[in-house]
C-alpha cells in the first residue's frame, strides 16, 4: 500500500477480523479533564488532579496553564497545579489552534485577575462552533470584549451577578460560565446548561473551591467567592472511550469486559448497543461486560445533549450500522459537519448516503481494508474500528488528532487480541 504522500504524522497499521476478548480499564475523561485542570488558575492554593489521561489534549492544557505561570507537575496521572501569581492572560493562537478547548481559560482568567486575552476560535472540522454564548455570560457580568488582530480582549473589574438563558445547551459555554461567576460574591442564575457528566465533574470541583452551585433540572444557582480554596478530586471516566470499546467488541463479535466505567454514564450507549442486538450486563457500578449475540440489527439514532445519545459516539455507531442487517438512520443534531468518516468507510466499502444531518446507512457483507485518513478525533476511532474488523489490512493515517482523545489505544486494543501496529512518520 504505497503512496505517494510523505506523512508527517504516525499511522496504524490494522490487520482485521480478530473477535476482541478480555478486559479492559478505562481511562480518566479527556473532557472532564481539561476544564477541571483550568479551574486550577481559579486559586492561589495547591491543587491536585487525579485519574487524569495521559494524552496530547492534556500536554496541551497542561502547556498553556505553564505559559499563564502556573506551575505543573504530571505523573503517573497525577496532576499538582499552583497559580500562585500569573504572568500572562494571554491563550496565544497557537494553542487555540491546537486546541479549541483553550477558550476555557477566560472564564476563570476574569474571575481570578479580571483580565484575558485569547485568540478567536475559527471554524474547525466538525463544524463553525461558535463561542457566542460563552461571551454572552462574560457580558452580562460586565465584562468589555474587543475584538483585536484576531485576539478577544477582555477586561472586567467587579464581576456582576447574571441571569441568563443560553440559546444553544453548551458545554464549554457552561463550564466557562461556572467559572467565571465563581468570582462573584453575588448570586447568579443560568438557564439552559449542559448537564454532561463531565460539566458535573467541574461543578463537584467548583464546590471543593468553596462555590456554592444547586443545580435543579437545567438550571443552575451560582454563587461564588473572591478567595477560593484549593482542591483534590478523582476525574471522572471516560464515557466516550468505554462507548468505543464497547462497540469494538460487539462488532468483532467478541466479549469484552470493561473496567472503572461509571455505567450510569452510559445509558444511551447501553440502550443502543442492546437494540442493535449486544448482550450488555452491567457486572457492578463500575465494571459492564459486551458480547455479540451473532447478529447486528439496524438502528435509528439522533445524537443529543447528555442524557441522550453523544455526538461524540456517532462516528463509532456509524462503523456498527456498516455492518447491520438492514438500513440505519443517523441524525447528527449537534455539530453541523461530523460525517467526515463517511467518505473514508465508503473507501471501505460502506453504503453510506449524507444529506444533511441525516445518514443513510445500508448494511453491508463486509467491509475491506483500505488506506484512510482521520479528519478529527472521533472520526478517526471510527476507522480504527472500521479496520478492527474489514477484511486485510488497513493503514489509519493522521493519528495524531486519535492521540488527542485515546490513551494507548493500540496497547489496549492489542491486549484484547487485535492486530495493530503504530508506524512511524515517514521519512524518519
Ligand atoms: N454553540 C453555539 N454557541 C456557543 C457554543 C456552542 O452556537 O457559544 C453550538 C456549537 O456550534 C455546537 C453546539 O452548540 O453546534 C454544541 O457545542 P458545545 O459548545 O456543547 O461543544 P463544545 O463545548 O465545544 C464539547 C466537547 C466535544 C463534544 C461537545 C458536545 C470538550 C472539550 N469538548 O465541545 O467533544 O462533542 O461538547 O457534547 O468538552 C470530542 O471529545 O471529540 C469533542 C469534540
Redesign the pocket.
Known amino acids: 500500500m504505497k503512496s505517494t504522500r510523505l506523512y508527517t504524522s504516525e499511522s496504524f497499521f490494522i490487520e482485521g477480523g480478530n473477535p476482541l476478548r478480555g478486559k479492559v480499564q478505562v481511562s480518566g475523561s479527556?473532557?472532564a479533564s481539561?476544564?477541571i485542570l483550568v479551574a486550577s488558575l481559579l486559586t492561589k492554593e495547591e491543587n491536585l488532579v487525579e485519574n487524569v489521561p495521559d494524552l496530547l489534549?492534556t500536554h496541551t492544557a497542561l502547556e498553556l496553564l505553564g505559559s499563564l505561570g502556573v506551575q505543573v507537575e504530571f505523573q503517573d496521572h497525577r496532576v499538582r497545579l499552583q497559580a500562585r501569581e500569573l504572568s500572562s492572560y494571554r491563550a496565544p493562537d497557537a494553542m487555540v489552534r491546537r486546541m479549541?478547548?483553550s477558550v476555557?481559560v477566560m472564564g476563570p482568567l476574569l474571575a481570578r485577575f479580571g483580565r484575558a486575552v485569547v485568540s478567536m476560535p475559527g471554524g474547525c472540522s466538525?463544524?463553525?462552533?461558535?463561542?457566542?454564548?460563552?461571551?454572552?455570560v462574560f457580558e452580562k457580568g460586565g465584562a468589555s470584549i474587543r475584538i483585536k488582530h484576531g485576539y478577544m480582549d477582555m477586561e472586567v473589574k467587579r464581576i456582576k451577578p447574571v441571569e441568563y438563558t443560553f440559546?444553544?445547551?453548551?458545554?464549554?459555554?457552561?463550564?466557562n460560565a461556572l467559572m467565571f461567576l465563581s468570582g462573584c460574591e453575588k448570586r447568579s442564575i443560568l438557564r439552559n446548561i449542559?448537564l454532561?457528566p463531565?460539566v458535573l465533574d467541574l461543578v463537584e470541583v467548583l464546590r471543593k473551591m468553596g462555590v456554592e452551585i444547586h443545580i435543579e433540572d437545567r438550571t443552575a444557582v451560582v454563587r461564588g467567592s473572591r478567595e477560593l480554596r484549593g482542591f483534590h478530586h478523582r476525574v471522572i471516566p471516560d464515557r466516550?472511550e468505554a462507548g468505543t470499546f464497547m462497540v469494538a467488541g460487539f462488532i468483532t463479535g467478541g466479549d469484552v469486559e470493561l473496567q472503572g466505567v461509571r455505567v450510569e454514564h452510559l445509558g444511551a450507549v447501553m440502550d443502543k448497543l442492546r437494540e442493535a442486538g449486544a448482550q450488555v450486563d452491567v457486572l457492578s457500578l463500575d465494571r459492564l461486560r459486551v458480547r455479540s449475540k451473532g447478529e447486528i440489527w439496524p438502528l435509528s439514532i439522533s445524537t443529543a445533549?447528555?442524557p441522550g445519545f453523544?455526538?461524540?459516539m456517532q462516528a463509532q455507531f456509524t462503523v456498527l450500522c456498516c455492518l447491520a442487517r438492514g438500513q440505519s438512520e443517523i441524525k447528527e443534531n449537534?455539530?453541523?459537519n461530523r460525517f467526515q468518516h463517511v467518505a473514508e468507510l465508503q473507501r471501505m466499502g460502506a453504503d453510506i448516503h449524507v444529506r444533511d444531518r441525516l445518514a443513510i446507512v445500508r448494511g453491508v457483507e463486509k467491509l475491506y481494508g483500505a488506506e484512510v485518513y482521520s479528519t478529527?478525533?472521533?472520526a478517526s476511532a471510527s476507522l480504527v474500528l472500521a479496520g478492527l474488523v474489514a477484511e486485510g489490512t488497513t493503514v489509519v493515517r493522521d493519528i495524531h488528532h486519535l492521540d488527542?482523545?485515546y490513551e494507548r489505544l493500540e496497547e489496549k486494543l492489542r491486549a484484547l487480541g487485535a492486530t495493530i501496529e503504530r508506524l512511524p512518520p515517514e521519512g524518519s
Open positions: 479527556k473532557n481539561l476544564p489534549d479549541r478547548a476555557l466538525i463544524g463553525v462552533r461558535s463561542i457566542d454564548q460563552h461571551l454572552r440559546e444553544v445547551i453548551t458545554v464549554t459555554g457552561t463550564e449542559a454532561e463531565e466516550i445533549e447528555y453523544p455526538t461524540d449537534i455539530f453541523e478529527d478525533l472521533r488527542r482523545g
